[in-house]
C-alpha cells in the first residue's frame, strides 16, 4: 500500500511537486498520532541532500534523474515538507522534532573550491533550518526554483535536535568541474565504499555544528563498509571496523569534552542490510547476516561495542 502511495505521488512529480510537501505533512501528523505516547523523538527526514541530489542530479538514487532543476526543486519541496511536517508533529504531541543531514567536511588547498564544495555538501541544508535562508548557489548558472514568501520561514522552525550522519570528509576540492569544484582522490586508508578513514573530520564537523547550532546535536549515523567474510566461526572478525569506530568514538567524546553539546552516539548498522545502489554488496552491520539463511553472526566490532556501551553504564572512564 505505502508503494503505491509513494508511486502515486511520483507520477505526479514526486518531490520536485509542491505537491508532495503537503502530503508528506499529512503522512507525519498521522504517524504521530498513532505514535507519539510511546516514541520520544521524531525525525522528519534522514538525508535530504541524497534524496534530492543522489536522486534527481546524479542519477544513484531513486528515482534516477540526472537534471539540476528537478533536483533544486526537490530539495526545496523536501525541506518544505520538512518545516510543515514540523507543525504537524508539534500539533499531534510529539515530545521532541528534529531533523537528521549527512555532512562531509570539505578539505584543500583551495579555499574558494572549498567553500564551494562546503555550500553543496553542508550548507544547502543546514543554512535554511538555521534561519539564514540559502547560501549563494554552488551551481553554475542554477535554474530558478519558485520560492513563495513564507517557505522559508516555515523550515526553519524551532527544533529539539540535529541528527549528525558521518562517514567520511570530501579531499582535495580544486576548482573546475560542474559544481565548479571537482575533488582529488583520498590519500588515506579507505572504506569497501572508497571512503576515506578519517575520524578527525567528526571531530571537526562537530566543533563546528556546536558553534553553530542552537540545539542538541546526536550522532544518528556513524560507521565503515569493509568486505567481511563469514566462513562458519561464532564470531566474524573485522578488526578495521573496531578500529574505525574505536576512532570515531574518541574523535566524539574530544568534541563533548571540549563543549560541544553531543547528547547521543548510534552506529549504522545493527546488521548488514541493502545498501541502497550497491544492493547487499555493502556491508556495515555490526552482525553479518548470511543473506541466503537469515542467520546472523555477531561481528568481533558488535562485541566491541557492547563492552564499551557496558563500561559507559557502570561508570567507567568515558574515553
Known amino acids: 500500500m505505502e508503494n503505491l502511495v509513494g508511486q502515486g505521488l511520483e507520477d505526479r512529480g514526486g518531490w520536485r511537486s509542491r505537491e508532495t510537501a503537503f502530503a508528506f505533512a499529512e503522512y507525519a501528523e498521522a504517524v504521530a498520532r498513532a505514535l507519539a505516547d510511546r516514541v520520544p523523538f521524531f525525525a522528519t527526514l534522514n538525508e535530504p541532500w541524497c534524496s534530492a541530489f543522489l536522486g534527481h542530479w546524479t542519477g544513484e538514487h531513486a528515482p534516477g534523474l540526472r537534471n539540476l532543476e528537478a533536483a533544486l526543486r526537490a530539495a526545496h519541496h523536501l525541506l518544505l515538507g520538512h518545516g510543515l511536517a514540523v507543525e504537524a508533529l508539534r500539533a499531534a504531541g510529539t515530545k521532541r522534532v528534529g531533523i537528521v543531514l549527512n555532512f562531509a567536511p570539505v578539505y584543500g588547498e583551495d579555499?574558494?573550491?572549498?567553500?564551494?564544495?562546503?555550500?553543496?555538501h553542508n550548507r544547502y541544508f543546514l543554512d535554511p533550518i538555521l534561519g539564514?535562508?540559502?547560501p549563494e548557489s554552488p551551481f553554475q548558472d542554477p535554474p530558478p526554483v519558485p520560492i513563495l514568501s513564507r517557505d522559508l520561514e516555515l523550515v526553519a522552525r524551532p527544533l529539539d535536535f540535529?541528527?549528525?550522519n558521518y562517514y567520511a570528509p570530501v579531499p582535495g576540492a580544486t576548482r573546475t568541474g560542474p559544481l565548479p569544484v571537482r575533488y582529488l582522490p583520498p590519500e588515506g586508508p579507505v572504506t569497501a565504499m572508497g571512503w576515506e578513514v578519517y575520524p578527525e573530520g567528526l571531530y571537526h564537523l562537530l566543533k563546528r555544528l556546536g558553534r553553530e547550532v542552537p540545539w542538541p546535536l546526536y550522532i544518528?549515523?556513524?560507521g565503515a563498509a569493509y568486505p567481511d567474510l563469514w566462513t562458519g566461526e561464532a564470531v566474524v572478525e573485522?578488526?578495521?571496523?573496531?578500529a574505525y569506530l574505536e576512532a570515531h568514538v574518541e574523535a566524539a567524546l574530544r568534541a563533548r569534552e571540549e563543549g560541544v553539546d553531543l547528547r547521543g552516539y548510534f552506529v549504522w548498522s545493527l546488521m548488514d542490510n541493502?545498501?541502497?545502489a550497491f544492493g547487499?554488496?555493502?556491508r556495515f552491520g555490526l552482525y553479518y547476516v548470511d543473506f541466503p539463511s537469515q542467520r546472523r553472526?555477531?561481528?568481533?566490532?558488535?562485541?566491541w561495542y557492547r563492552e564499551r556501551i557496558a563500561r559507559a553504564q557502570t561508570g567507567g572512564s568515558a574515553r
Open 111 to 120: 579555499p574558494e573550491a572549498v567553500e564551494v564544495a562546503d555550500r553543496y
Open 132 to 134: 539564514r535562508g540559502y
Open 162 to 164: 540535529l541528527g549528525v
Open 220 to 222: 544518528t549515523e556513524n
Open 238 to 242: 573485522d578488526p578495521e571496523r573496531v
Open 274 to 276: 541493502f545498501e541502497w
Open 280 to 282: 547487499y554488496t555493502r
Open 297 to 303: 553472526i555477531p561481528k568481533r566490532s558488535a562485541l
